[in-house]
């Protein structure tokens, strides 16, 4: 005897396994403003992600340029910050910067965010330069960052890539000029 499920027939979710972006979406669709408005405020005390993400989507999201200046400056001070007594502490503050940046790049979610983040954080590696020649794990991180942006780069528009394409290009130049 063969057992077939239907598509029709989906299971509701249960605890162990969460929902799926449809059921979701169609469960949202049927509650109220105000119910909504109680999820979004829960989900925001319940993680501080959720409650950065809410932070973009209502109050950043709007004027981009100016939500990647801010990040641009955040990663400013924590570069800035890095203590340089150590290989081991500059490889520890690098990751954690990159982390930082991924996540706001998550929370914007547009290729020329992501493109202007990821170029600020190799511009800012670079100084670093000395010590990545002694530190095969931090030129890796650089390294799998600027792949990272020549992927990201050949999705977006011909203008855009052509004009990231030199910065990309001048910054590849500028860590061989190091070596």
């Known amino acids: 005897m063969e057992f ?3 598509l029709e027939t989906e299971k509701p979710p249960t605890l162990l396994k969460p929902a ?6 169609q469960a949202l669709r ?4 105000e119910e909504l408005i109680g999820f979004c ?6 993680k501080k992600e959720n409650k950065e993400m809410l932070t973009y989507l209502l109050f950043d999201a709007d004027d981009e340029p100016a939500y990647i200046l801010l990040v641009k400056q955040e990663m400013d001070r924590q570069f800035a910050e890095i203590n340089t007594s150590s290989i081991y502490f500059i490889k520890k503050s690098t990751r954690k910067i990159l982390r930082t940046t991924q996540k ?3 929370y914007s979610g547009l ?7 990821l170029l600020h954080f190799c511009r ?3 100084q670093f330069a000395g010590f990545m020649e002694s530190s095969i794990a931090l030129k890796n991180i ?3 960052q600027v792949d990272k942006l020549q992927k990201v780069l050949s999705t977006l528009h011909e203008d855009l890539q052509y004009d990231y394409g030199k910065e990309l290009s001048d910054l590849k130049r500028g860590s061989e000029a190091s070596k």
């Open 30 to 33: 049927s509650r109220s403003p």
């Open 104 to 106: 706001h790049i998550r």
């Open 124 to 126: 800012q590696m670079q």
């Open 4 to 6: 077939k499920m239907s």
């Open 41 to 46: 405020l829960r989900m925001a005390r319940f």
């Open 142 to 144: 650089y390294l799998r």
């Open 20 to 25: 799926t972006i449809s059921q979701l979406k």
């Open 111 to 117: 290729k020329p965010t992501e493109v202007e983040l």
